[in-house]
């Protein structure tokens, strides 16, 4: 979990709109990846504070 002046950083939604849009480009499988690494760097060793559903659709 990101911390600023001692106090946790949530992942805000802004920061996972930058992600989303880095990532869309890529393969599906690779998008998933993509988005587990930066919220597991995120999170760190901290314990997960709340819950995130994220659901991916492919229009062709």
């Known amino acids: 979990m990101s911390f ?3 106090e946790r ?3 805000s939604s802004q920061r996972l709109r930058s ?3 880095k990532a869309s480009p890529l393969p599906v499988r690779e ?3 993509t988005i587990q690494q930066a919220v597991t ?3 760190g060793d901290d314990l997960q504070m709340d819950d995130m ?3 991916g659709i ?3």
């Open 53 to 55: 559903t994220l659901v």
């Open 31 to 33: 998008q998933l990846d």
């Open 41 to 43: 760097e995120w999170q």
């Open 4 to 6: 600023v002046d001692g």
């Open 19 to 21: 992600l989303l849009i």
């Open 9 to 11: 950083v949530r992942f």
């Open 58 to 60: 492919r229009i062709n």
